[in-house]
């Protein structure tokens, strides 16, 4: 099968600035050698490619976007993008895995936290020496996160935190957490070693979705931190949506790397396979298909690349990145549908990617705000009328 080429249509390429596509072709040759020679075994297993996490901090993809005084790459929103994207090509659970560390464990310490607590975990968490994870989702609070009930209580030098979390990303294999708990009925973030006591992380089973990424259960039993861990800035739900609006961000661009596997697969699949004596991608059904994967994937590529621009020139709104996350993995799981269809019986086999992109997809369009919670997003910011309450 030919090399990844990836899908420039409208000619992107000529838009990107050498760093960019230096950093998206670095990456590219990363998952090519890297991540998909051993993809599929370790999403039948259902483990997570350990061995990865120092190799991507070699590169500099863990909070690529922050400043190099704390050890990142400091690159602009449009090659971080092209990161995600790529990470995602070979796999969600591999993307997942870099979001979690930067977005939304590096980024609310840059962000909200004091420069005592940047100097203290950034490094560590860009080089990979720390792995962190990101508890908001509790059991009973999923797309309504405000009615969180884990409680910080004040007791002396320290916090005391109480309640569960579920369905966190890295949260077995990480040494802290940002655990979004309410002090005095106002959520805040605090960093929470997991070797404190009462702390435990049981890895959750039973997935068909992201087998190739961890996910745990945070259970917090009296677990005393001090005072110091708490992040100091950000008070309030705004706190972890702004998080939650970095990793939505990557998600936008993630997607479009996953849609443009399965396009791919389903365009080379129907180029070679015969029936009725021609190639399949001869015939008009087939043909329909696929441009209807290629329109959509570049569509999605121009959302992406303008709210990445916007986004450096400090004119992107939370909405926004709503619209594009909403409609790149919806584009991306459609795709994945379709290719598995193209790809007839064969789209079941794990000799092809389809299939378990497709299940990863699952999760990528229900995590980070479902597609209806984006879709109730946008609609309250151009009606001005919330329809979620
Ligand atoms: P609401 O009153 O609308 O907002 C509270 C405050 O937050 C502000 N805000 C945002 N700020 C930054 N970014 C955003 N995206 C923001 N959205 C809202 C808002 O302006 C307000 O500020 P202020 O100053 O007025 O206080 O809050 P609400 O309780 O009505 O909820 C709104 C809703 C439903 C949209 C929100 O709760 C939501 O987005 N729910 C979805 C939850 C979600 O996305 N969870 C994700 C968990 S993490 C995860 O899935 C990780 S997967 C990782 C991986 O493996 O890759
Ligand atoms: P619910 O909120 O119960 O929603 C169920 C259905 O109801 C959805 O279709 C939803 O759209 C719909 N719905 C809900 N409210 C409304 C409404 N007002 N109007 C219309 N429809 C509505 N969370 C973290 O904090 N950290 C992580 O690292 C993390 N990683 C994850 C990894 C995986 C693999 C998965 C699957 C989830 C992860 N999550 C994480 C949790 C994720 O963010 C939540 O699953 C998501 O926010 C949705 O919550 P829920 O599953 O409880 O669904």
Known sequence: MAKFQGIDYYKLDDHFSEEELMVRDMVRNFVENEVLPDIEEHHKEGTFQKDLIPKMAELGLYGANLPEKYGCANLNNVAYGLIMQELERGDSGVRSFASVQGALVMYPIYEYGSEEQRQEWLPKLASGEAIGCF?????????????????????????????????????????????????????????????????????????????????????????????????PNGEGLRGPLGCLTQARYGIAWGALGSAMATYETALNYAKERIQFDKPIASFQLVQDKLVTMATEITKGQLLAYHLGRNKDEGKMRHQMVSMAKM??????????????????????????????????????????????????IIGADITGIEAFK
């Open 327 to 376: 409609n790149n993995v919806k584009v991306a799981l459609d795709t994945a549908r379709v290719a598995r269809e193209v790809l007839g019986a064969n789209g079941i086999l794990d000799e092809y990617p389809v299939i378990r992109h497709m299940m990863n997809l699952e999760s990528v369009y229900t995590y980070e705000g479902t597609h209806d919670i984006h879709r109730l």
């Open 135 to 231: 508890g908001l989702t509790e059991p009973d609070f999923g797309s309504n996160p405000g009615g969180m009930k884990t409680k910080a209580v004040e007791d002396g030098d320290s916090y005391v935190l109480n309640g569960a979390k579920m369905w966190i990303t890295n949260g077995t294999i990480s040494d802290i957490a940002i655990v979004w708990a309410k002090l005095d009925g106002v959520v805040r973030g605090f960093i929470v070693p997991t070797d404190t006591d009462g702390f435990s992380a049981p890895e959750m089973k039973g997935k068909f979705s992201l087998r190739a990424s961890v996910t745990s259960e945070l259970v917090m039993d009296d677990v005393r931190i001090p005072k110091e861990n708490i992040l």
